[in-house]
């Protein structure tokens, strides 16, 4: 019986006690506890090749170092005109160069440096040559800073027709942007490269992976010199040639890649000189140079360079 009356008794003390001890409420978080100390982001830099997206996150603590939720955070850019910030802190990188992504609340900050990468550039040289003259012009654009992304000079055989040559070059500039994971390469061609060039823009959706577009001395409408020469690729780049008047209709630079032409009035390999102008490109004419020389001339590239800044 003493068993019975101890048992129960026991059982009605911690009833009692487990009772009590739901009713008492614990302690309420002070305005303290709920006060931003510190902004933690997930990381202090990032690299990025331009239209490629990154999302950032903050963590927020208090001053004992606890996590704080549901805090609203404030995102701005240093540069738009380089890299955006959405408000949930998305940020998309625009063109090359450096913006500060900064996170903001209840006056404190967290601050992710974003550096846009240059473009992988693809050089396409013309009829009868081969990648190695570009040697000059990668040299002067790795001392000016382009050491960052691939720069892939191209050879293929001239020897056949252009369509076919945009169709190669299609599977490089794949094969490139699915090895460096950007989204577009620049394109620097020289004579009948360019004329390549525009095929794999215009007919093989290369205008969405193209961002900057150099012809140098591309006969793009036709040449002279091209009369004497059977090769299927040389009768393409005949003036009013069926290839040219297909390349040239309706839009001589489709899409949004940014087209720009170099012309010599010197040149006697694209006859006439002026056949290199597009319509809806940024047409500009140099000193009197040879067809050759435009690919090293000292003075033609700063603007190509900075054309592809």
């Known amino acids: 019986m003493m068993r019975f009356k101890m048992s129960f008794g026991a059982a009605a003390i911690f009833a009692a006690v487990a009772c009590t001890s739901d009713s008492i409420p614990g302690p309420t978080p002070t305005t303290e506890d709920n006060a931003v100390a510190r902004l933690t982001p997930s990381g202090a830099a990032a690299l990025l090749y331009a239209g490629k997206t990154l999302q950032i996150s903050v963590t927020a603590q ?8 549901g805090k609203v955070f404030t995102w701005t850019s240093s540069d738009n005109t380089i890299a955006t910030v959405s408000s949930g802190g998305l940020v998309t990188a625009l063109k090359f160069g450096t913006a500060t992504i900064t996170a903001a609340v209840e006056g404190h900050t967290a601050t992710t440096t974003i550096s846009v990468l240059h473009d992988p550039i693809v050089f ?5 040559s081969s990648g190695s003259i570009w040697s000059t012009l990668i040299t002067r654009l790795q001392a000016d800073g382009w050491t960052d992304s691939p720069m892939f000079a191209w ?12 169709g190669q070059l299609a599977t490089k500039i794949d094969s490139l942007l699915t090895a460096s994971g950007a989204a577009k390469v620049d394109i620097i061609a020289h004579s009948m490269g360019g004329l390549s060039a525009r095929y794999y823009a215009k007919n093989l959706g290369g205008s969405d992976k193209i961002d900057a577009f150099v012809s140098l001395a591309s006969p793009n409408h036709g040449t002279t010199v091209a009369n004497i020469c059977p090769i299927i690729s040389c009768v393409e780049m005949r003036p009013n040639s069926a290839f040219l008047n297909a390349l040239n209709a309706v839009d001589e630079t489709p899409g949004n890649p940014r087209y720009a032409t170099w012309w010599t009035p010197c040149d006697q390999t694209v006859t006439p000189p002026e056949s290199v102008i597009l319509a809806g490109a940024v047409n500009t004419e140099t000193a009197c140079i040879s067809h050759s020389d435009l690919w090293g001339d000292p003075n033609v590239y700063p603007q190509v360079r900075d054309w592809i800044k």
Request: aromatic share 8%.
């Open 62 to 69: 208090n001053a004992e170092g606890r996590t704080l939720s």
């Open 124 to 128: 396409i040289h013309g009829f009868g």
């Open 155 to 166: 050879s293929y055989d001239s020897n056949q027709s252009n369509a076919t040559i945009a």
